[in-house]
């Protein structure tokens, strides 16, 4: 299971407020309101449900909508002019879709599996956030966020090898993945082999590969095919950091 079960709905918004029940109203665009300006807000808008594989927007659209997740994930796709394919990013329920400067979205949303959106016309929730500075700066940090996860994409393709690469996303799914006190770390893996490679910037034999190295060595049990243990978490760790430990003992060597 992942990140839609890491939260509990709000148990302060009253039965008929339109947002009762919402389980990622700690973690949307929309948590700084009071629940009046919620309900207002949440008027505003309509829940879109995808079934799997259905697109929510496909890159070169126009922005017309903005969008927050509440169920499922979504995986965030650009493809090059020869059809080669690069996945850039999954979104989970709390996430914002549709923040940018531009007139038209930057990639393809397509749901894995069945998910759930609120979505609002792209107008009506300008004028909204223009009237309520608190969410502004809410953009603000979905935006600074965005630009880290940006960041570590491009250290991750630029210089970490295939098992460290696949380490580091362990971990990064691990936080979007139901704990329980009683287990092991769990990482849920909705998405496909495939989905995995093209994000990783490996061939899918490899992620196969990687994955069974990891599994022989320990550091993880497989649980079927989208869900896993982390069983040795210092040891992946150190697996997903080896190449910032070679970088720091570089640069002390030529200090």
């Not at 890159?59 to 969008?67: I, K, P, S």
């Not at 996430?95 to 599996?113: C, Q, R, S, V, Y």
Request: aromatic share 8%; proline share 4%.
């Amino acid at each position: 299971m992942y990140s839609s079960n890491l939260a509990t709905a709000d148990p302060h918004i009253a039965l008929g407020h339109p947002c009762h029940g919402c389980t990622v109203r700690d973690t949307a665009l929309c948590n700084t309101l009071t629940h009046v300006e919620l309900a207002d807000y949440r008027r505003n808008g309509v829940t879109r449900k995808l079934s799997p594989g259905q697109a929510l927007c496909w890159e070169g659209d126009a922005v017309t909508h903005v969008y927050t997740l509440t169920h499922g994930a979504l995986r965030l796709s650009r493809h090059l002019p020869d059809g080669r394919r690069q996945v850039t990013g999954f979104a989970f329920p709390g996430d914002f879709i549709g923040l940018t400067l531009e007139e038209e979205h930057p990639f393809t949303a397509e749901a894995i599996g069945s998910a759930e959106l609120c979505q609002f016309g792209r107008a009506r929730f300008d004028a909204f956030v223009s009237a309520h500075p608190q969410m502004q700066k809410g953009l603000y940090a979905a935006a600074a966020r965005e630009l880290a996860v940006v960041r570590e994409q491009v250290v991750l393709l630029g210089r970490k090898t295939a098992s460290e690469r696949l380490a580091s996303f362990l971990f990064d799914m691990a936080n979007h993945s139901e704990q329980f006190p009683s287990e092991p770390r769990r990482v849920a893996l909705p998405m496909s082999r495939m989905d995995m490679a093209d994000y990783l910037g490996l061939r899918i034999e490899t992620v196969s590969r990687e994955l069974g190295a990891l599994k022989a060595a320990g550091l993880i049990r497989m649980l079927g095919v989208h869900e896993l243990y982390i069983l040795d978490p210092v040891a992946l760790r150190d697996s997903a950091c080896r190449w910032e430990m070679s970088d720091v003992k570089f640069a002390r060597a030529r200090a």
